[in-house]
């Protein structure tokens, strides 16, 4: 019977037969990842960044087949190898990011890595102003917008009540149906409504908030 | 002990660890949350989008990981969503169902407000003693909830997301609305880039052709707008004055007024049109937009247009006018061209078809319906010439 080794390097090969945007060659990489997994015959270790290190692996691999040599070694020692090399390069960061802390001037990473320091600092203050700001807008409505889009021709049933309804406590769709007396045609129709032209408004609510791109919430909160 | 769990799973679904990296971010999603149970909705639905946006990544597929809404802290909070946009395809929906605790269940509900607009839901089971995420499988549509026993494997999955050329599926429907905000969906053209711009195309054809002693004179144009003046008279000045291309006042009001007063379609159309052209803003304004059609699978095979014109209308609907017209070497429609307005359940509602002669010949240069759908409604527009069918999903 074939053993898992040989099974994964004609595995291997198969994918390489395909063009890397194959269907197929990406088929053969769930088969590859299924049998590795489950085989429990990866490099383990116990440290909080090794399932970090291992998706860098995955993705690194996968999409580097072609470098794969059988001559030299099986695929889980090839995986193997880049595992520890990434295992490495966490461990690295991990160390640095504690010398850091412990003298935390004069050290050239202060100046390498900014980012990674401003993402240490966040903290729960913008995150109830997120809240707060953005359940205000829905209460006072300023530019009469949610109440102004209806479902169908009921005034009654507009962006701002259902927004009401579904935070912070979720009332179940049918129960708002039944209580604006909707048929069931419309009782199906009413989470598509909310889909489709109440949660885009949001949405561009908190774009304007520039809270979407968390790389713009950085910068705000360096200076 | 993984090793032991994982060979219970199923054959076709794919484990993966769950990293530091994604449960930091469905801490700091989930701290957002002002209620314990909205936060452990917001954690498992974030670990399940970063699980699936992983796994695609492994596959060199391309994702849009901070465009979903389950990445906008505002939309979060008003909506359980855990979508992701999968870029060139459309929103990809990641639903997490916890083992222990749903281990015994044979189905994962779907919240009502993201059973629509998406392009398939997929299944991720979280162990997170384990960190153990799997991609148990998906389907393409969902009601309140997908059972586990119709999932379809991840490997149909890839088919699904790679397999049908982008150019032909339109993931969710073509919203008409936002074309009156001037958002027009991808692969609708103007009249002028597809057809030649020399051609007023669409204007009134047939009966009388009202003479303009000088074309380029705007003020005798609006004279042809009088009351007195025959419809077909009205109706064509009406879009010459868009194609004439001034934007003034004078051109901007006497359009408007012909809105309001007059009652003949085929004007009050033309008038909305042409408002388009000279003002896109302007509240009344109509836009209408054309797409080439292949009439038969062949590489050089014959096309007609297929217009989708709307404006606005009273109590929040819009009017929608459908026209096909021949295209490249064709001067008349084929016989047997059928153009229909279906309901989304596949019900014909209208439906009108391009004549031949005895010899065979097309006897129509155009074929089209006009209607106006209640607010929110789905339709479909098909035209079918022979064994060709094309459908497009569009929503008033």
Same mark, same amino acid.
């Given at each position: 019977?074939?053993?898992?080794?040989?099974?994964?390097?004609?595995?291997?090969?198969?994918?390489?037969?395909?063009?890397?945007?194959?269907?197929?060659?990406?088929?053969?990489?769930?088969?590859?990842?299924?049998?590795?997994?489950?085989?429990?015959?990866?490099?383990?270790?116990?440290?909080?960044?090794?399932?970090?290190?291992?998706?860098?692996?995955?993705?690194?691999?996968?999409?580097?087949?072609?470098?794969?040599?059988?001559?030299?070694?099986?695929?889980?020692?090839?995986?193997?190898?880049?595992?520890?090399?990434?295992?490495?390069?966490?461990?690295?960061?991990?160390?640095?990011?504690?010398?850091?802390?412990?003298?935390?001037?004069?050290?050239?990473?202060?100046?390498?890595?900014?980012?990674?320091?401003?993402?240490?600092?966040?903290?729960?203050?913008?995150?109830?102003?997120?809240?707060?700001?953005?359940?205000?807008?829905?209460?006072?409505?300023?530019?009469?917008?949610?109440?102004?889009?209806?479902?169908?021709?009921?005034?009654?049933?507009?962006?701002?009540?259902?927004?009401?309804?579904?935070?912070?406590?979720?009332?179940?769709?049918?129960?708002?149906?039944?209580?604006?007396?909707?048929?069931?045609?419309?009782?199906?129709?009413?989470?598509?409504?909310?889909?489709?032209?109440?949660?885009?408004?949001?949405?561009?609510?908190?774009?304007?908030?520039?809270?979407?791109?968390?790389?713009?919430?950085?910068?705000?909160?360096?200076? | 002990?993984?090793?032991?769990?994982?060979?219970?799973?199923?054959?076709?679904?794919?484990?993966?660890?769950?990293?530091?990296?994604?449960?930091?971010?469905?801490?700091?999603?989930?701290?957002?949350?002002?209620?314990?149970?909205?936060?452990?909705?917001?954690?498992?639905?974030?670990?399940?989008?970063?699980?699936?946006?992983?796994?695609?990544?492994?596959?060199?597929?391309?994702?849009?990981?901070?465009?979903?809404?389950?990445?906008?802290?505002?939309?979060?909070?008003?909506?359980?969503?855990?979508?992701?946009?999968?870029?060139?395809?459309?929103?990809?929906?990641?639903?997490?169902?916890?083992?222990?605790?749903?281990?015994?269940?044979?189905?994962?509900?779907?919240?009502?407000?993201?059973?629509?607009?998406?392009?398939?839901?997929?299944?991720?089971?979280? !162990?997170?003693?384990? *960190?153990?995420?799997?991609?148990?499988?998906?389907? #393409? =549509?969902?009601?309140? /909830?997908?059972? %586990? $026993? @119709?999932?379809?494997?991840? !490997?149909?999955?890839? *088919?699904?997301?790679?397999?049908?050329?982008?150019? #032909? =599926?339109?993931?969710? /429907?073509?919203? %008409? $609305? @936002?074309?009156?905000?001037?958002?027009?969906?991808?692969?609708?053209?103007?009249?002028?880039?597809?057809?030649?711009?020399?051609?007023? /195309?669409?204007?009134? $054809?047939?009966?009388?052709?009202?003479?303009?002693?000088?074309?380029?004179?705007?003020?005798?144009?609006?004279?042809?707008?009088?009351?007195?003046?025959?419809?077909?008279?009205?109706?064509?000045?009406?879009?010459?004055?868009?194609?004439?291309?001034?934007?003034?006042?004078?051109?901007?009001?006497?359009?408007?007024?012909?809105?309001?007063?007059?009652?003949?379609?085929?004007?009050?159309?033309?008038?909305?049109?042409?408002?388009?052209?000279?003002?896109?803003?302007?509240?009344?304004?109509?836009?209408?937009?054309?797409?080439?059609?292949?009439?038969?699978?062949?590489?050089?095979?014959?096309?007609?247009?297929?217009?989708?014109?709307?404006?606005?209308?009273?109590?929040?609907?819009?009017?929608?006018?459908?026209?096909?017209?021949?295209?490249?070497?064709?001067?008349?429609?084929?016989?047997?061209?059928?153009?229909?307005?279906?309901?989304?359940?596949?019900?014909?509602?209208?439906?009108?078809?391009?004549?031949?002669?005895?010899?065979?010949?097309?006897?129509?240069?155009?074929?089209?319906?006009?209607?106006?759908?209640?607010?929110?409604?789905?339709?479909?527009?098909?035209?079918?010439?022979?064994?060709?069918?094309?459908?497009?999903?569009?929503?008033?």
């Amino acid at each position: 019977m074939d053993n898992i080794h040989t099974q994964l390097r004609q595995l291997v090969a198969e994918a390489c037969t395909y063009p890397p945007e194959s269907v197929e060659r990406r088929q053969r990489l769930n088969q590859i990842i299924r049998k590795i997994m489950r085989s429990g015959k990866l490099w383990r270790e116990k440290t909080e960044y090794y399932n970090d290190a291992l998706q860098e692996t995955w993705e690194y691999c996968c999409g580097h087949l072609e470098e794969y040599d059988p001559e030299r070694a099986s695929v889980i020692t090839w995986l193997d190898n880049h595992l520890k090399k990434r295992l490495r390069s966490w461990r690295d960061r991990a160390y640095r990011q504690l010398n850091r802390q412990i003298t935390p001037s004069n050290t050239e990473a202060n100046f390498t890595d900014p980012i990674e320091r401003v993402v240490a600092e966040f903290d729960i203050q913008p995150v109830l102003e997120i809240w707060e700001k953005t359940t205000e807008w829905v209460n006072k409505d300023p530019d009469h917008l949610l109440c102004k889009t209806c479902f169908r021709n009921c005034p009654d049933v507009n962006c701002q009540v259902l927004f009401l309804r579904r935070f912070p406590s979720e009332t179940p769709w049918n129960d708002i149906a039944s209580d604006f007396d909707l048929t069931p045609a419309e009782t199906k129709d009413l989470p598509k409504f909310y889909n489709r032209k109440c949660l885009p408004l949001l949405r561009e609510f908190g774009t304007s908030q520039g809270y979407i791109d968390p790389a713009k919430t950085r910068t705000k909160r360096k200076s | 002990m993984i090793s032991q769990f994982m060979q219970t799973l199923d054959d076709f679904s794919i484990p993966l660890f769950i990293p530091s990296q994604a449960k930091s971010l469905a801490e700091q999603f989930a701290a957002q949350q002002p209620t314990p149970q909205k936060a452990t909705q917001v954690y498992l639905n974030t670990l399940a989008v970063c699980i699936v946006n992983n796994y695609l990544r492994i596959m060199g597929i391309p994702t849009n990981l901070t465009t979903g809404d389950s990445w906008n802290p505002s939309v979060r909070l008003y909506a359980d969503v855990a979508d992701l946009e999968v870029v060139g395809r459309g929103r990809l929906e990641c639903r997490p169902i916890q083992v222990p605790e749903d281990l015994n269940s044979t189905a994962c509900s779907v919240p009502g407000e993201v059973q629509s607009d998406r392009i398939g839901y997929v299944i991720v089971e979280l !162990d997170l003693e384990q *960190e153990l995420a799997t991609l148990l499988g998906f389907v #393409e =549509t969902a009601n309140d /909830s997908i059972s %586990l $026993r @119709q999932l379809r494997s991840p !490997d149909e999955l890839l *088919e699904h997301l790679l397999s049908s050329p982008q150019a #032909e =599926t339109v993931p969710t /429907s073509v919203n %008409l $609305r @936002q074309w009156l905000q001037n958002t027009v969906t991808t692969g609708w053209e103007t009249v002028e880039t597809l057809l030649s711009p020399a051609e007023p /195309s669409f204007a009134v $054809r047939g009966g009388e052709t009202a003479v303009i002693e000088n074309p380029d004179s705007v003020a005798s144009v609006i004279r042809l707008l009088d009351p007195d003046q025959s419809e077909e008279v009205r109706a064509q000045a009406a879009g010459d004055l868009g194609y004439m291309g001034v934007s003034n006042s004078t051109t901007i009001n006497a359009l408007t007024e012909l809105l309001a007063t007059a009652e003949d379609e085929e004007t009050r159309w033309q008038a909305a049109l042409s408002l388009g052209k000279l003002d896109p803003n302007h509240p009344q304004a109509g836009i209408r937009r054309v797409r080439a059609i292949n009439l038969t699978s062949k590489p050089n095979s014959e096309q007609v247009a297929l217009m989708v014109a709307i404006m606005p209308k009273a109590n929040d609907r819009i009017g929608v006018w459908l026209q096909v017209e021949p295209l490249g070497s064709l001067t008349v429609l084929p016989g047997g061209l059928a153009l229909r307005v279906l309901s989304m359940s596949g019900e014909t509602r209208l439906q009108v078809e391009a004549r031949s002669d005895r010899q065979g010949s097309g006897l129509d240069r155009t074929i089209g319906r006009r209607f106006s759908p209640p607010p929110e409604t789905g339709f479909q527009v098909q035209l079918q010439f022979g064994s060709t069918i094309v459908t497009e999903d569009f929503l008033a």
